[in-house]
């Protein structure tokens, strides 16, 4: 059974900067497409980054430019840099991962809070 373990929320100021973690444990990690999600009070689950197997990437129009997914398939860690962070980035931020090939499986973490404000 796989597991994810999301860390380095926090407080941070407008135009801060804050770098998230995902450790993966109980699956091979390096065939698992690996996402970041968050979601603010009120508002539905958002897709903010994905990395795939391959280690191309993909972001959300609205975080384009300011935040940097990756991976490391030796430390099972997938990471979020978040810079010139603003309010409205304040959410609950988390980790996804998703085998894309068979057997399929999909897993979430916990979710680690990010809150932007003066």
């Known amino acids: 059974q796989g597991q994810l373990a999301e860390s380095g929320g926090g407080l941070v100021q407008p135009g801060g900067s804050l770098r998230l973690s995902c450790a993966a444990s109980g699956m091979i990690f390096s065939l698992y497409d690996m996402k970041w999600y968050r979601q603010a009070p009120g508002k539905q689950r958002e897709l903010v980054a994905t990395?795939?197997?391959?280690?191309?990437?993909n972001y959300a129009d609205s975080v384009k430019g300011r935040f940097i997914i990756s991976r490391d398939n030796v430390k099972n860690t997938v990471y979020l840099r978040m810079n010139s962070l603003k309010p409205e980035d304040t959410a609950v931020y988390l980790c996804?991962?998703?085998?894309?090939?068979?057997?399929?499986?999909?897993?979430w973490g916990q979710g680690t809070q990010v809150t932007v404000s003066s």
């Open positions: 996804n991962a998703n085998k894309v090939i068979v057997p399929r499986y999909n897993y």
């Open positions: 990395i795939t197997t391959g280690g191309s990437t």
